[in-house]
């Protein structure tokens, strides 16, 4: 699997969408020019995790119907190469981040000056890094 058959299964899919809403017209249009939006959308859900979407999303309708036909691309390298790199930046930037602690922490000791709090709501997963 990679791009061509993702465009493809994109299209295809948004084929059997666009019939089905014909015959039910409550389903929102979706654009199906070349290089539209819809392939780069779907993708992101699938980076982002994303299992449902709010029903006011011009997606929310297709992402419903067609979500499990996208899952197996979950499971391909450059999936897990994101998830990766994502936790090797994390790793990576904890240094300079205990760094900048203790130099806080020197600083707070030199001038004698209470260290000001910092809020506690950091996320030390690597999924908070996949945008």
């Given at each position: ?68 036909e996208f899952r197996p ?5 450059s999936f897990h190469a ?50």
């Amino acid at each position: 699997m990679h791009s061509d058959s993702f465009q493809k299964q994109v299209k295809d899919l948004l084929e059997q969408y666009q019939a089905a809403a014909r015959a039910n017209p409550q389903y929102p249009h979706l654009d199906d020019s070349p290089g539209g939006h819809l392939p780069r959308a779907v993708a992101a859900l699938l980076v982002n995790r994303t299992d449902s979407l709010p029903y006011h999303y011009g997606t929310h309708k297709f992402w419903e119907m067609y979500k499990n036909e996208f899952r197996p691309y979950r499971t391909l390298p450059s999936f897990h190469a994101v998830k990766n790199a994502a936790e090797a930046l994390r790793h990576i930037s904890s240094k300079p981040l205990l760094d900048l602690e203790k130099h806080r922490q020197s600083l707070c000791r030199t001038y004698d000056i209470p260290a000001a709090p910092i809020p506690a709501d950091k996320s030390h997963s690597a999924d908070a890094f996949i945008v």
